[in-house]
């Protein structure tokens, strides 16, 4: 195994922990700590086992960070 691919597993454990905590802003200060920690992991990951699996982890990171991902394509929506 890859340490890209070790990485990106360790963050899927740590924002799974993360979000069993109580939060009193509804986690979005720590959806924004993995964003900004989970996109380099992201390029490491594409970089180092190709396309493919890049795509495979960000599903993976989408999944977990849903709500992020639904409010950006609403916000996409009403732009376009």
Do not use: F
Request: charged residues 10%.
């Amino acid at each position: 195994m890859s340490w890209s691919i070790a990485l990106a597993g360790l963050w899927g454990i740590a924002a799974n922990v993360l979000a069993m905590i109580p939060s009193k802003d509804n986690h979005w200060t720590r959806a924004y700590i993995l964003i900004a920690v989970g996109i380099p992991i992201l390029g490491y990951v594409t970089y180092e086992n190709g396309p493919w699996i890049g795509l495979i982890v960000l599903a993976a990171g989408m999944s977990v960070l849903r709500w992020p991902v639904i409010y950006l394509s609403r916000w996409l929506r009403k732009r376009i």
